[in-house]
């Protein structure tokens, strides 16, 4: 079982949340508690561009994030997706409603 790590940024008006490794049932405890803690107060970007896999619990952690996010007034962004996090985004058949960025810069515009 491939671990996830998860290194913290701050930004100006965003957390970023470097993630490397595996998203799934078995690693996403911190990474779910992370997102929860930050979508309060402040928009979060989730760089994935280091994730090999995402399961279902992984998607799931994302959309439980952007939905959050609208009840407080923020965003949760997806940057730099990796070709196995497209793919997993992809299949839950509401890629639309991902915030995909390829930048940190991208949050200030949005």
């Known amino acids: ?29 911190e990474l779910k508690e992370k997102v929860f803690r930050y979508i309060l107060d402040s928009n979060v970007v ?3 561009e280091n994730v090999t ?12 994030g952007i ?12 940057m730099n997706p990796s070709d196995a996090a497209h793919r997993a985004l992809e299949r839950t058949g ?3 409603m991902f915030n995909i960025i390829h930048s940190v810069t991208e949050v200030s515009d949005a």
């Open 1 to 29: 079982m491939e671990q996830l790590t998860i290194h913290e940024k701050i930004g100006a008006n965003y957390m970023l949340l470097e993630l490397s490794g595996s998203i799934d049932a078995y690693t996403l405890s």
């Open 53 to 64: 896999s995402i399961d279902s619990a992984g998607v799931g952690i994302v959309l439980a």
């Open 67 to 78: 939905n959050d996010g609208m009840k407080y007034g923020t965003k949760l962004f997806v």
């Open 94 to 96: 509401f890629y639309d």
């Open 46 to 48: 989730l760089d994935t």
